[in-house]
Structures are given as C-alpha cells and as structure tokens.
C-alpha cells in the first residue's frame, strides 16, 4: 500500500526557471493539500485540491504560483520565475474523502533550492 | 500570525521518562487537533488527534490532552524511548470545508540513552 509520493526529492533551478513538483496521493485518497515549509518554520498551507477542482488557495502567493489535480495523473505544483526566497520544502499530503479528512498523510517532500 | 505555537524549540529526556511537548492556539475556531512526528528528510507522520469534544485521548505510550479554556495542549510521551527522537508539530484545524491545517514550528525530541 503506497503511501503519497512527490518527485522530484530534489529539485534544483536557477533564478527565473520554472519549478514543477509532483504529488500522488495515496490509493483511494481524492483530496490532496500542498504545504510549504521554510527553514526553522512550521509547515504552511498553501492549496486545497479535488480531482479538477481547487476548493481553497487561500495561502498561495498571488502571483507565480499555481496548482492542479488533474482528473489523471498526481497533482502538480507549479512555481514560474522562481527567486531564492521560494527555497523550500515543499510537502503534500492527502486524506480520504468523507470523515476523518482532518488526518492528512504526507509526502516526504520535495526540497526545492534556487541558485 | 502564527495560530499555533509551539514556544519549545527543543526538548531533552532521559531514556524511559516521560516527554511532555506543549502546543498552545489562539483561534477559538479550532476544533481538532492533531500531534505529527517528522524525522529528517521525511514527511511529518500522524501520531494522534483529538476532537474538541473530549480533553484527552490515549493510544499507547502517547497521549493528548486539551485545555480549551487555556487553549493549551500537550502530549505525552510514556516511557520515551530514543526511536522517539525526532521534530514533534502540533497542528490544528477549524470546521471549515477546506480542513486545511495550521501547524506550529515544531519541538525537536531528543531521548538520552
């Protein structure tokens, strides 16, 4: 039983490049959520996905940043023009849909650095 | 504005005592709270939750407890053992229809031999 996978683990990219990573939730989950963790700081919600839906992105940053959950495939989050302060890590999680949707189940992160 | 604070950054036991980690809140709003163990390199694994309807919930040598009125809550850690070791968020949620969660900064676990 797989739990939720993110590729890359570790992902590189200059100034101005573009940033992907990737999330599939665990088997039978239909709600994932992207957090990003900055060094010495909790984890920070960032977006809510269904499958083809965004039901909260109350903590993207406005601009550059964008998420999807396509009806196939893991869900994406995509970062354009990256600067150094996007240096992160990045972690989804996903939960089942109906009860209990409060225990989300992580990933083991993307980290991302901007050179 | 950081919701949920957790004001140990870290935390020293000896093998076989009790670890106690604080976690206080500030938006009266929350109503399930759950404890997430994360080692380096890793994501944070689900350890225990508790709904606040009750003001303590147990599963084995862990164990939460919640004082809504002092919006406060800790875990317990009985006997600790040194696998324990590791970065210990509390996190917390409102009834909303996001369920997203709001997580401290962390308290990093050391158990002594």
């Known amino acids: 039983n797989a739990g939720v996978m993110q590729n890359p683990r570790h992902l590189v990219r200059r100034r101005g490049q573009e940033a992907r990573l990737r999330c599939s939730p665990m088997?039978?989950?239909?709600?994932v959520y992207w957090y990003r963790q900055l060094p010495e700081e909790g984890l920070k919600f960032m977006v809510y996905l269904q499958k083809e839906n965004i039901i909260d992105e109350s903590g993207m940053p406005k601009e550059r940043f964008s998420a999807e959950f396509p009806k196939e495939g893991p869900s994406i989050l995509r970062i354009q023009q990256v600067v150094r302060g996007d240096s992160a890590a990045y972690f989804c999680?996903?939960?089942?849909?109906?009860?209990?949707?409060?225990?989300?189940?992580f990933g083991p992160g993307t980290r991302l650095t901007v050179t | 504005d950081q919701q949920v604070k957790q004001n140990s950054p870290s935390l020293s036991v000896q093998e076989g005592r009790i670890s106690i980690l604080n976690c206080d809140y500030t938006n009266s709003m929350f109503d399930y709270f759950l404890w997430y163990k994360k080692y380096p390199a890793e994501g944070p694994t689900f350890l225990i939750s508790i709904s606040s309807i009750k003001d303590k919930n147990e599963d084995g040598r862990f164990t939460v407890f919640l004082n809504k009125s002092a919006k406060h809550l800790s875990l317990h850690i009985v006997p600790s053992q040194p696998g324990d070791s590791a970065v210990y968020f509390c996190?917390?949620?409102?009834?909303?229809?996001?369920?997203?969660?709001?997580f401290g900064t962390g308290t990093r676990l050391t158990v002594i031999p």
């Open positions: 996190a917390a949620s409102a009834q909303t229809g996001a369920n997203n969660l709001f």
């Open positions: 088997k039978g989950h239909s709600h």
């Open positions: 999680a996903s939960s089942p849909s109906g009860t209990n949707s409060y225990e989300q189940y």
